[in-house]
Protein backbone atom coordinates (compact mmCIF):
# COMPACT_ATOMS: atom_id res chain seq x y z
CA UNK A 1 0.00 0.00 0.00
CA UNK A 2 2.61 2.68 0.83
CA UNK A 3 4.81 1.54 -1.43
CA UNK A 4 2.35 1.90 -4.34
CA UNK A 5 1.19 5.17 -2.81
CA UNK A 6 4.78 6.53 -3.20
CA UNK A 7 5.56 5.26 -7.11
CA UNK A 8 1.92 7.48 -7.92
CA UNK A 9 3.78 10.56 -6.07
CA UNK A 10 7.04 9.86 -8.19
CA UNK A 11 4.53 10.02 -11.09
CA UNK A 12 2.14 12.98 -9.95
CA UNK A 13 5.87 15.08 -9.25
CA UNK A 14 7.09 14.13 -12.68
CA UNK A 15 3.85 15.73 -14.29
CA UNK A 16 4.33 18.38 -11.95
CA UNK A 17 7.52 18.83 -12.79
CA UNK A 18 7.39 18.59 -16.82
CA UNK A 19 3.65 20.76 -16.64
CA UNK A 20 6.09 23.12 -14.77
CA UNK A 21 8.82 23.44 -17.22
CA UNK A 22 5.79 23.67 -20.06
CA UNK A 23 4.20 26.23 -18.59
CA UNK A 24 7.80 28.09 -17.70
CA UNK A 25 8.67 27.36 -21.44
CA UNK A 26 5.31 29.05 -22.82
CA UNK A 27 5.31 32.12 -20.58
CA UNK A 28 9.21 32.86 -21.19
CA UNK A 29 8.36 32.84 -25.01
CA UNK A 30 5.57 34.31 -24.99
CA UNK A 31 7.17 37.09 -23.01
CA UNK A 32 10.09 37.41 -25.48
CA UNK A 33 7.66 37.46 -28.40
CA UNK A 34 5.90 40.13 -26.19
CA UNK A 35 9.18 41.80 -26.30
CA UNK A 36 10.38 41.65 -28.94
CA UNK A 37 7.01 43.33 -30.61
CA UNK A 38 7.56 46.20 -28.25
CA UNK A 39 11.48 46.42 -29.80
CA UNK A 40 10.19 45.68 -33.32
CA UNK A 41 7.10 48.65 -32.54
CA UNK A 42 9.46 50.96 -31.25
CA UNK A 43 12.09 50.78 -34.03
CA UNK A 44 9.11 51.42 -36.65
CA UNK A 45 8.33 54.25 -34.86
CA UNK A 46 11.46 55.54 -34.65
CA UNK A 47 12.08 55.36 -38.53
CA UNK A 48 8.78 57.23 -38.84
CA UNK A 49 9.93 59.85 -36.75
CA UNK A 50 12.99 60.14 -38.88
CA UNK A 51 11.29 59.94 -41.79
CA UNK A 52 8.65 62.73 -40.39
CA UNK A 53 12.16 65.07 -39.26
CA UNK A 54 13.74 64.26 -43.25
CA UNK A 55 10.77 65.61 -44.55
CA UNK A 56 10.47 68.41 -42.99
CA UNK A 57 13.87 69.43 -43.26
CA UNK A 58 13.30 68.79 -46.73
CA UNK A 59 10.68 71.20 -46.93
CA UNK A 60 13.07 73.90 -46.15
CA UNK A 61 14.90 73.55 -48.92
CA UNK A 62 13.90 74.83 -52.80
CA UNK A 63 17.30 74.84 -55.53
CA UNK A 64 19.40 77.90 -54.84
CA UNK A 65 17.41 78.87 -51.67
CA UNK A 66 15.06 78.36 -48.43
CA UNK A 67 11.49 77.64 -49.24
CA UNK A 68 10.62 81.28 -48.15
CA UNK A 69 12.82 82.88 -50.49
CA UNK A 70 11.19 80.57 -53.24
CA UNK A 71 8.67 83.47 -54.33
CA UNK A 72 11.40 85.92 -54.69
CA UNK A 73 13.40 83.60 -57.27
CA UNK A 74 13.41 83.55 -60.86
CA UNK A 75 14.90 81.04 -63.35
CA UNK A 76 18.33 82.13 -64.12
CA UNK A 77 18.30 79.92 -67.05
CA UNK A 78 16.06 82.91 -69.03
CA UNK A 79 17.58 85.64 -67.58
CA UNK A 80 21.03 84.13 -69.16
CA UNK A 81 18.84 83.56 -72.33
CA UNK A 82 17.93 87.24 -72.68
CA UNK A 83 21.52 88.71 -71.45
CA UNK A 84 23.42 86.36 -74.11
CA UNK A 85 21.33 88.90 -77.16
CA UNK A 86 21.59 92.01 -75.15
CA UNK A 87 17.69 91.93 -75.00
CA UNK A 88 17.06 93.56 -71.60
CA UNK A 89 13.50 94.00 -72.20
CA UNK A 90 10.77 92.62 -70.41
CA UNK A 91 7.07 93.64 -71.37
CA UNK A 92 7.48 96.57 -69.23
CA UNK A 93 8.04 94.64 -66.07
CA UNK A 94 11.13 96.02 -64.42
CA UNK A 95 13.42 93.13 -62.87
CA UNK A 96 16.61 94.10 -60.76
CA UNK A 97 18.91 91.16 -59.50
CA UNK A 98 21.29 92.66 -56.73
CA UNK A 99 24.62 90.35 -56.99
CA UNK A 100 27.46 89.99 -54.49
CA UNK A 101 30.11 88.17 -55.61
CA UNK A 102 33.76 86.45 -53.47
CA UNK A 103 31.57 86.57 -49.57
CA UNK A 104 31.29 85.91 -47.44
CA UNK A 105 33.37 88.45 -45.24
CA UNK A 106 33.23 88.58 -41.54
CA UNK A 107 33.48 92.47 -42.02
CA UNK A 108 30.61 93.81 -45.54
CA UNK A 109 28.49 90.65 -45.40
CA UNK A 110 26.53 91.24 -41.97
CA UNK A 111 26.32 95.16 -43.29
CA UNK A 112 24.87 94.28 -46.35
CA UNK A 113 22.62 91.84 -44.73
CA UNK A 114 21.02 94.38 -42.47
CA UNK A 115 20.67 96.65 -45.20
CA UNK A 116 18.45 94.26 -47.56
CA UNK A 117 16.40 92.72 -44.08
CA UNK A 118 15.98 96.98 -43.69
CA UNK A 119 15.01 97.69 -46.93
CA UNK A 120 12.85 94.59 -47.35
CA UNK A 121 14.53 93.06 -50.62
CA UNK A 122 16.68 89.70 -51.74
CA UNK A 123 19.69 89.53 -53.51
CA UNK A 124 21.80 86.55 -54.80
CA UNK A 125 25.16 85.52 -53.04
CA UNK A 126 28.09 83.92 -55.43
CA UNK A 127 29.90 82.69 -52.74
CA UNK A 128 33.73 81.45 -52.89
CA UNK A 129 34.70 78.64 -50.68
CA UNK A 130 38.43 80.23 -49.84
CA UNK A 131 36.99 83.02 -48.34
CA UNK A 132 34.20 81.42 -46.22
CA UNK A 133 36.82 79.06 -44.89
CA UNK A 134 39.28 82.02 -44.01
CA UNK A 135 36.04 83.65 -42.12
CA UNK A 136 35.78 80.48 -39.78
CA UNK A 137 32.58 79.54 -38.14
CA UNK A 138 31.28 83.36 -38.38
CA UNK A 139 31.64 83.14 -42.00
CA UNK A 140 29.31 80.27 -42.06
CA UNK A 141 26.81 81.49 -39.58
CA UNK A 142 26.55 84.21 -42.60
CA UNK A 143 25.48 81.71 -45.27
CA UNK A 144 22.76 80.76 -43.04
CA UNK A 145 21.66 83.66 -42.37
CA UNK A 146 21.48 84.51 -46.01
CA UNK A 147 19.76 81.64 -46.62
CA UNK A 148 17.25 81.78 -43.63
CA UNK A 149 16.51 85.31 -44.91
CA UNK A 150 15.65 84.14 -48.47
CA UNK A 151 18.20 85.55 -50.57
CA UNK A 152 19.77 83.03 -53.15
CA UNK A 153 22.78 81.47 -52.80
CA UNK A 154 25.20 80.65 -56.35
CA UNK A 155 29.07 79.00 -56.69
CA UNK A 156 31.77 81.46 -57.77
CA UNK A 157 34.51 78.16 -57.15
CA UNK A 158 36.24 77.13 -54.11
CA UNK A 159 39.16 79.02 -54.72
CA UNK A 160 38.65 82.11 -57.57
CA UNK A 161 42.24 81.36 -58.91
CA UNK A 162 42.10 82.20 -62.51
CA UNK A 163 45.18 81.06 -63.11
CA UNK A 164 44.29 77.71 -62.01
CA UNK A 165 40.83 78.13 -63.81
CA UNK A 166 42.20 79.14 -67.35
CA UNK A 167 45.65 78.92 -67.83
CA UNK A 168 47.10 81.01 -70.57
CA UNK A 169 43.28 82.55 -70.54
CA UNK A 170 41.76 79.16 -71.58
CA UNK A 171 39.42 76.98 -69.40
CA UNK A 172 40.61 74.10 -67.80
CA UNK A 173 37.74 71.87 -67.72
CA UNK A 174 38.54 69.82 -65.34
CA UNK A 175 40.10 71.85 -63.09
CA UNK A 176 36.96 74.44 -62.84
CA UNK A 177 34.94 71.10 -62.38
CA UNK A 178 36.74 69.93 -59.30
CA UNK A 179 36.98 73.40 -57.53
CA UNK A 180 32.98 73.81 -58.24
CA UNK A 181 32.68 70.61 -57.00
CA UNK A 182 34.74 71.47 -53.67
CA UNK A 183 32.67 74.70 -53.33
CA UNK A 184 29.46 72.58 -53.66
CA UNK A 185 30.32 70.64 -51.02
CA UNK A 186 31.52 73.21 -48.42
CA UNK A 187 28.13 74.63 -48.99
CA UNK A 188 26.27 71.65 -48.14
CA UNK A 189 28.08 70.97 -45.19
CA UNK A 190 27.09 74.22 -44.21
CA UNK A 191 23.58 74.22 -45.20
CA UNK A 192 22.65 70.78 -45.16
CA UNK A 193 22.55 67.85 -47.36
CA UNK A 194 19.21 69.06 -49.09
CA UNK A 195 20.64 72.11 -50.53
CA UNK A 196 21.43 72.33 -53.63
CA UNK A 197 22.44 75.36 -56.59
CA UNK A 198 22.37 74.96 -60.38
CA UNK A 199 23.96 78.69 -60.63
CA UNK A 200 27.36 79.54 -60.83
CA UNK A 201 29.14 83.03 -62.01
CA UNK A 202 32.75 81.89 -63.61
CA UNK A 203 35.64 83.95 -61.70
CA UNK A 204 36.09 87.20 -63.95
CA UNK A 205 32.90 86.80 -66.34
CA UNK A 206 32.61 84.05 -68.24
CA UNK A 207 33.04 86.11 -71.29
CA UNK A 208 36.62 86.94 -70.31
CA UNK A 209 37.94 83.69 -71.57
CA UNK A 210 38.70 81.43 -73.96
CA UNK A 211 37.74 77.53 -74.58
CA UNK A 212 34.92 78.10 -72.53
CA UNK A 213 32.25 75.48 -74.46
CA UNK A 214 33.23 72.67 -72.59
CA UNK A 215 32.19 74.16 -70.07
CA UNK A 216 28.94 75.58 -71.38
CA UNK A 217 28.02 71.70 -72.96
CA UNK A 218 28.93 70.56 -68.83
CA UNK A 219 26.29 73.17 -67.40
CA UNK A 220 23.81 72.19 -69.99
CA UNK A 221 24.39 68.51 -69.14
CA UNK A 222 23.93 68.99 -65.49
CA UNK A 223 20.86 71.51 -65.85
CA UNK A 224 23.32 74.36 -64.41
CA UNK A 225 23.54 77.93 -65.53
CA UNK A 226 26.36 80.21 -65.60
CA UNK A 227 24.90 84.05 -65.70
CA UNK A 228 27.30 87.12 -66.10
CA UNK A 229 25.84 90.51 -65.62
CA UNK A 230 24.43 93.75 -67.17
CA UNK A 231 25.20 96.30 -64.67
CA UNK A 232 27.79 97.16 -62.35
CA UNK A 233 28.50 99.56 -59.47
CA UNK A 234 32.25 98.93 -61.02
CA UNK A 235 33.70 98.36 -57.00
CA UNK A 236 36.03 95.74 -58.28
CA UNK A 237 37.27 97.78 -61.63
CA UNK A 238 39.17 100.68 -62.55
CA UNK A 239 40.29 103.08 -59.75
CA UNK A 240 38.86 102.56 -56.00
CA UNK A 241 35.61 104.88 -56.17
CA UNK A 242 33.62 105.88 -53.28
CA UNK A 243 29.93 105.34 -52.14
CA UNK A 244 28.84 108.28 -54.31
CA UNK A 245 30.79 106.71 -57.70
CA UNK A 246 29.84 103.62 -57.46
CA UNK A 247 26.13 104.48 -56.72
CA UNK A 248 26.42 106.75 -59.75
CA UNK A 249 28.06 103.93 -61.55
CA UNK A 250 25.12 101.70 -61.00
CA UNK A 251 22.75 103.48 -62.08
CA UNK A 252 24.43 104.99 -65.22
CA UNK A 253 25.10 101.27 -66.36
CA UNK A 254 21.34 99.95 -65.34
CA UNK A 255 19.29 102.83 -67.28
CA UNK A 256 17.18 102.04 -70.20
CA UNK A 257 17.15 98.52 -68.57
CA UNK A 258 13.88 96.19 -67.79
CA UNK A 259 16.28 93.19 -66.96
CA UNK A 260 18.97 94.41 -64.38
CA UNK A 261 21.66 92.25 -62.70
CA UNK A 262 23.72 94.15 -60.97
CA UNK A 263 27.50 93.24 -60.17
CA UNK A 264 28.56 94.78 -56.58
CA UNK A 265 31.19 92.71 -54.11
CA UNK A 266 30.24 91.65 -50.56
CA UNK A 267 34.23 90.87 -49.76
CA UNK A 268 36.69 92.34 -47.76
CA UNK A 269 37.80 95.91 -48.61
CA UNK A 270 34.17 96.64 -50.32
CA UNK A 271 32.88 98.90 -47.21
CA UNK A 272 31.59 101.96 -49.51
CA UNK A 273 30.11 99.13 -51.66
CA UNK A 274 28.15 99.15 -48.62
CA UNK A 275 28.10 102.34 -47.98
CA UNK A 276 26.66 103.01 -51.49
CA UNK A 277 23.87 99.86 -50.92
CA UNK A 278 21.12 101.84 -49.45
CA UNK A 279 20.65 104.82 -52.41
CA UNK A 280 21.46 101.84 -55.23
CA UNK A 281 18.16 100.14 -53.68
CA UNK A 282 16.49 103.67 -53.49
CA UNK A 283 17.32 103.69 -56.95
CA UNK A 284 15.45 101.15 -58.44
CA UNK A 285 12.63 101.23 -55.67
CA UNK A 286 12.23 104.92 -56.93
CA UNK A 287 11.64 103.56 -60.41
CA UNK A 288 9.36 100.56 -59.83
CA UNK A 289 11.98 97.61 -60.07
CA UNK A 290 10.89 94.37 -58.31
CA UNK A 291 13.75 92.98 -56.43
CA UNK A 292 14.12 89.24 -57.46
CA UNK A 293 16.92 86.33 -57.04
CA UNK A 294 18.79 84.00 -59.29
CA UNK A 295 18.22 80.05 -59.01
ZN1 LIG B 1 34.68 87.07 -58.21
Known amino acids: MRKKRRRIDVKKLALVVIAFVAIMGIITTTWAYVDNQKKIKAEQLRIEEQKRKEEEEKKKYTVGTSHEGKK ?58 QNIEYGGEASRELIKREFEEGHAIANHTYSHDCKKLYPNRSLDLEAFKADLDKNDELLTDVLGKYFSTRVIRCPGGHGSWKNMEPLDNYLEEKNMVSIDWNALNADAEGKRKNARELTEYAIKTSQGKEIVVLLMHDTYGKEETVKALPAIIKYFKDNGYAFKTLV
Open 72 to 129: YSYDAKKIVEKLSKYDYSNNGEKIVFLTFDDGTSTTNTPKVLDILKEEDVKATFFLTG
